[in-house]
């Protein structure tokens, strides 16, 4: 029974993180696009207060509970399973370190009231690093879907 | 086929869940912070790109539990499936009722030319407030299928 609880956290968390990514991707940075840049510049910075820590915790549990089902897991087929999700979740995790935290950082060192006319804008490398991590996610749900149904 | 739906139902969930969550933390605290003239198209984009997405989780979700509350061998897998199902009825019915009402009357709105009594009108406090019961139920939801798992076995 264990196994199979463990692979439904991770279902559960990977679920919840893909769907997270996926309002980003359809609804988030559609609008975020459509702003001026002084108005964009203030709703990423509150919509970064929103986001964290809730998000990246939520990733920590499904990379605790894949690896808890590395370890725990009765046969091959839902140990090499664990270890897939575990390796793209950790995937995810490098590309927000990496990617997507440093254009937070300079989005939020930005003042709304004072953009320059040389203003780099960062919003197509945040879709960029956001769609990488997007196609991390919903590998990882995959897995913890096929994991649930071996651990069965 | 327990096996089947019960996944799926927490597959259907959690991507709902996530979907309402962005909606609770980061979307409704930063429509209220922008100014009338602006919420109004922010508001418009943001849940008009939302839309089929949303419905099609929670029907999902919806479905695959009434499945097992049906399919299911025993009493505490029945109950608790019959309970997430509920859940995900209040979720549908406070967006119904509630959400979807506000947004359809937000999109006949011209941004350029606010109600004038807006100051009394805004519905942002309450369209946050309904969200995070609808959010809050799905969230319960999903707790709810992911302990059915653990009888299952």
Known sequence: MLP?????????????????????TVSVLPTLFAMPPGQYVTAHRRLGRGYHPVMPLLVSCALLADIALAVVAGGD??????????VSLIGVQLVSQFGNVPINKIVHGTDPDAISADWADPRPAWRSWHLLRTG???????????????TA | MITFFVPLAVLAGGLAAGGLMISALGGAPMLLALPVDSYLPVHKLLVGRFDPFMPICIVTALLSDVAVAVLAPTGVTHTLAAAAAVLYLCVMSVSLTKNVPINRWIATLDPANPPADWQRVDPRVKWRNWNLVRTTFAVLALVVNVAAVGFLV
């Open chain 1, 136 to 150: 991390f996610a919903v590998t990882a749900m995959t897995i913890a879907a096929a994991a649930v149904v071996v």
């Open chain 1, 4 to 24: 199979q609880v463990i692979a439904v956290v991770s279902l559960a968390a990977t679920g919840i993180v893909s769907g997270v990514f996926f309002a980003i």
């Open chain 1, 77 to 86: 087929a839902a140990r090499t399973l664990a270890i897939a999700g575990a």
